[in-house]
């Protein structure tokens, strides 16, 4: 087990790389103007749900394997990369009246199946999101084993810990993200004009991550 110095202090830099621009806060962010801030607290669980698959393969080994793995790399990468793109194609697409209004595509206590459909559908999108970015897998393998000390027991032990403190970080970080942009994102869509810039907005974001997504490197 790390010690609570160490945990303090991993949790400090945890949080400061989730306040750092990157696809996943932005995605947060655009999940949450478009459908509510409900929408995007699922779409942040989804993608903490997402860092624990990560970390569970660091702690494995599996993660060592698949970064010596360049096919392994470029396949997940691609399909990532596709999952954004057809993201992108939806948003481009939709009608001003698409959008989403705040309280749609996540429930709320009491709603009906299509609301706990829409919630488990936005929670999907998050890991998918997380789980189809290698660079994710790449960085947790070379970040998370610099905190933990072999003198303090079992390796695997040590990176599931600093995993999960991890992911709490990115739980609050993103978990505020998916409010503001939530209670910003009803005011936008009170206009249909507005509603249809957002999403035109969102498309041309996730098309550019696509693109950033398929040309990584390792």
């Given at each position: 087990m790390p010690s609570i110095e160490t945990l303090v202090a991993f949790f400090g830099v945890s949080a400061l790389l989730a306040l750092t621009p990157g696809p996943d806060n932005i995605f947060v962010l655009l999940q949450s103007a478009q459908r509510g801030w409900r929408a995007g607290m699922c779409v942040v669980l989804g993608l903490c749900l997402g860092l624990v698959?990560?970390?569970?393969?660091?702690?494995?080994?599996?993660?060592?394997?698949?970064?010596?793995?360049?096919?392994?790399?470029?396949?997940?990468?691609?399909?990532?990369?596709?999952?954004?793109?057809?993201?992108?194609?939806?948003?481009?697409?939709?009608?001003?009246?698409?959008?989403?209004?705040?309280?749609?595509?996540?429930?709320?206590p009491g709603d009906g199946p299509a609301a706990r459909g829409g919630a488990l559908r936005m929670v999907g999108?998050?890991?998918?999101?997380?789980?189809?970015?290698?660079?994710?897998?790449?960085?947790?393998l070379a970040f998370l084993p610099q905190f933990a000390d072999p003198a303090r027991g079992a390796m695997a032990r040590q990176v599931m810990v600093l995993g999960l403190v991890f992911m709490l970080a990115t739980l609050l970080v993103f978990g505020a993200v998916a409010c503001f942009s939530g209670a910003f994102g009803a005011l936008l869509l009170r206009s249909a004009r507005a509603r249809l810039l957002l999403n035109r907005v969102a498309g041309l974001v996730f098309l550019g991550l696509a693109l950033r997504l398929a040309t990584a490197q390792r």
């Open positions: 698959g990560h970390t569970a393969a660091v702690a494995l080994g599996l993660a060592a394997v698949f970064a010596a793995s360049s096919l392994a790399f470029t396949v997940l990468k691609f399909c990532g990369a596709a999952y954004l793109a057809w993201l992108a194609w939806g948003a481009l697409r939709a009608p001003a009246g698409a959008g989403d209004a705040p309280a749609q595509g996540a429930a709320a999108r998050g890991v998918v999101m997380n789980l189809t970015n290698p660079k994710v897998l790449v960085f947790f």
